[in-house]
């Protein structure tokens, strides 16, 4: 007997970005779309082509990159909005135009200022005109679980009649719980006259913690379509997390007999793409994806796990793409088990890159006993940034408890190398100080974190940096090093390198830049 299939609909690169701080630059939303697309996300949720020349570009680039995956563009119920969002997807081989408008009587009351008919006849011209561009169209109905069922009912029909495919229940609100949002999809089910003629799709917000759960009791009841996030990030307490509710179809088979058709075995390097690129790095005990996710340190918990996996772990940690063996590499390793490690890992780099990477493994192997798969995926990040127009030469920092601590920085500029000696208050404040005496700018620090990749006292630092322009654009920096002022500094630079992105994508200040390359003490 075919299982029938749970369509995943993925929307970090819209509903996550809109997250406060997780903006994401051209470059990192199609890093993002390449690996959702890699890992068999059915519907990539791209942007919200309206809403801004940037979200535009980066729909319209992703349409033309993606080669599996449905590219869709979220659009109010305008015209305009429907409009653009087909520009911007027309060159995708398939697309999907998503639209919506609310149905609850405090929206329509409140923010709207509509009566249900207006609404109706809306939800009729605008779907109608999405079905000109494409026969792929969702349409939602904002706020639903706080909608009059009976009326849910008629905008859900009169979205299917105009040629909706895809009718989304939004919890938009969070305020759902698993009994009655499934019993909602199955009122749906039983009353809407025309519902088989589409797919009925969840959208789940988690602020009472019961996305993921709201999402599963939804399919149990007649939903086929998911909308979730990498590590369920999104507006407020964000969404559905893809690896949840993916690895619960999975490993509850006996209560989700569907199919999904996700590689289960990315949802790891996903993860982790994420994290450093928003910044938003996952709590340590979060399910599929924390650092403590496959972690046991009860006695009895050991004992069991090292007799049989299956005493304590419902899963394994390689069917989320993580290794056997935490331990891999070592400074006697060769050329031949470093690249076989990578491709595990899903690394594909050319001959030159490789020999460089090499060379840092290397390099690192003799400062650290142990290597650790989260050690190489920190290198392979930290080589991709060689194109950056700034590149630390190097760094030397006096601290400690007799002041005043001091940073001595070496920058490599635009190719042109630059130095300073800069005090602060502290080694990472001296060493920020000295950066921006070299690389000015009026951005405002709003995030500095800092995590140990592995563990040991060797273990490598991963940092985070958040930078707001006068304006409130937010750009997130990320580095990492087994010296944590290094990795500090690296983060930094990053952020300040997409800084000088946004600033030649969109002019952030026309009559005053926020980075310019320059020189002297703050």
């Known amino acids: 007997m075919t299982q029938e299939r749970i369509i995943i609909f993925d929307t970090t690169l819209r509903d996550g970005e809109q997250s406060p701080g997780m903006s994401m630059n051209l470059e990192e939303k199609l890093l993002v779309a390449e690996v959702l697309d890699s890992m068999g996300v059915d519907v990539i ?3 919200f082509a309206q809403a801004s020349n940037g979200d535009f570009e980066a729909v319209k680039e992703i349409a033309g990159r993606i080669k599996n995956a449905v590219v869709c563009s979220l659009a109010r119920a305008k015209s305009g909005d429907i409009e653009r969002a087909a520009e911007a997807l027309k060159n995708a081989p398939r697309f999907r135009i998503h639209t919506f408008i609310s149905t609850s009587d405090i929206h329509l009351k409140y923010q709207f200022r509509l009566s249900r008919e207006q609404v109706l006849e809306i939800i009729k011209d605008t779907v109608a005109l999405a079905r000109r561009f494409t026969d792929n169209v969702e349409w939602s109905a904002m706020d639903s679980t706080r909608s009059d069922r009976d009326y849910l009912c008629r905008a859900v029909e009169t979205a299917i009649k105009a040629g909706a495919t895809t009718v989304n229940i939004p919890d938009t609100v969070g305020y759902a719980t698993p009994d009655d949002y499934g019993q909602l999809i199955k009122y749906l089910k039983d009353k809407v006259p025309n519902i088989d003629k589409a797919v009925i799709s969840t959208h789940c917000q988690n602020d009472l913690g019961l996305a993921t759960a709201n999402s599963l009791a939804a399919i149990r009841n007649g939903a086929r379509q998911i909308e979730c996030t990498i590590n369920g990030i999104g507006e407020r307490a964000g969404n559905t997390a893809l690896e949840e509710v993916v690895m619960a179809i999975k490993t509850r088979a006996d209560m989700y007999p569907f199919a999904c058709g996700i590689d289960t075995t990315q949802i790891t390097r996903a993860s982790r793409l994420v994290q450093n690129i928003t910044g938003a790095m996952v709590q ?4 599929i994806v924390g650092a403590n996710a496959f972690a046991h340190e009860s006695g009895i918990h050991q004992d069991g796990v090292l007799k049989h996996a299956g005493t304590y772990e419902i899963m394994t940690p390689e069917s989320v793409g993580l290794s056997k063996s935490s331990l891999v590499l070592g ?5 031949h088990a470093f690249r076989e490690r990578l491709n595990e890992l899903g690394f594909e780099i050319g001959d030159n890159a490789f020999e460089e990477a090499f060379h840092k493994f290397k390099d690192l192997a003799d400062k ?9 995926i920190a290198l392979l990040d930290t080589e991709s940034r060689r194109e950056d127009f700034i590149q630390l030469e190097s760094l030397h920092i006096t601290c400690g408890t007799v002041g005043p601590q001091t940073a001595m920085l070496t920058l490599r500029i635009d190719g042109e190398v630059r130095r300073a000696t800069v005090e602060g208050s502290g080694p990472v404040d001296a060493a920020f100080n000295a950066i921006a005496a070299l690389v000015p700018h009026r951005a405002a620090l709003k995030l500095y974190q800092v995590s140990a990749i592995t563990q040991g006292t060797d273990a490598q630092a991963e940092v985070n940096v958040r930078l ?5 654009k937010i750009v997130n920096g990320h580095g990492s090093n087994i ?3 290094v990795a500090s500094a690296l983060a930094y630079i990053n952020a300040l390198c997409k800084l000088q992105t946004l600033q030649k994508r969109e002019t952030l200040l026309p009559n005053a830049s926020p980075l310019a390359a320059g020189s002297g003490k703050k």
């Open 331 to 335: 400074k006697h390793s060769g050329r």
């Open 45 to 47: 949720e791209a942007g």
């Open 368 to 376: 650290k006993k142990e290597i650790y798969d989260e050690d190489l």
């Open 284 to 287: 340590v005990n979060k399910a």
């Open 468 to 472: 707001e322009t006068p304006d409130g």
């Open 483 to 485: 010296d944590t002022l």
